[in-house]
């Protein structure tokens, strides 16, 4: 009863005070039993994963054979094998034939390659320092066992004048010996004994001839590409 009776005499007061004051009663009147607490919200936001960023695609080396190079001596130079660079290279038909100007591409050490065949009788290695320097006197030629191509030998004169200049003596000390710029090991391959340029032009165009029989003309691809030979 206390509490309605209160609030009976408070309405009351109001309505006279209302209708006796002109403030008053142009007021408006908000009674508010209980002040509401505001509510908080969590927001949560979804936060990406850190993106670790993708490793950069490894570069493509190149080289371009310069006069004197050698495809071991390539290897060395280039932290890689002899073999692997024969592998990544098949335009290579033969690892001991390579010409300047070529462009050859370098393997990374993770590279896998596709193993092939290496040439019947080529040699991958450099000849050993007791093969290097050794002496041995010139050969004379003899008769071939095997069956060789009737090519004169004006044709050997060109091959000779584009690998050498003509010189059958030649040894610039890049691992090509004599006219033809045989290697040790496909000279050796053909029965050459000692070194290429030691031996005669007719030994020399002997064992070129056995060797075009095994190779084909491909043993010389850039010259005889040049003098339209094969």
């Known amino acids: 009863m206390g509490l309605l009776a209160t609030s009976a005499v ?14 008053i009663a142009n007021s408006t009147f908000v009674f508010q039993s209980k002040q509401s607490t505001p509510r908080t919200s969590l927001v949560v936001k979804n936060v990406a994963a850190p993106v670790t960023p993708a490793a950069p695609a490894p570069q493509l ?27 990544d290279n098949t335009a290579i038909t033969d690892p001991d034939l390579i010409h300047p100007d070529q462009v050859l591409k370098v393997p990374t ?34 008769a071939a066992t095997e069956s060789v191509t009737s090519v004169g030998d004006g044709v050997w004169d060109s091959i000779a004048a584009c690998e050498s200049g003509g010189n059958w003596a030649i040894n610039t000390g890049n691992g090509f010996y004599g006219g033809v710029q045989f290697t040790l090991s496909s000279w050796q391959a053909v029965g050459g004994t000692g070194y290429p340029n030691q031996a005669s032009k007719a030994e020399q165009i002997l064992r070129a001839k056995i060797l075009q029989s095994r190779q084909g ?7 005889t590409a040049k003098l339209g030979i094969g």
Do not use: H
């Open 10 to 23: 408070t309405l009351f007061s109001v309505s006279i005070l209302a209708t006796s004051s002109p403030t």
């Open 217 to 223: 003309w491909g043993a010389w691809p850039a010259c």
């Open 109 to 142: 050490a993770d590279e896998a390659l596709v193993p092939r065949e290496v040439p019947v009788n080529q040699q991958i290695a450099t000849p050993s320092a007791s093969e290097s320097t050794r002496a041995a006197a010139p050969q004379v030629a003899s």
């Open 61 to 87: 080396k190149t080289i371009v054979v310069q006069p004197g190079d050698n495809l071991t001596k390539l290897a060395e130079t280039n932290d890689t094998t002899t073999l692997r660079m024969f592998y």
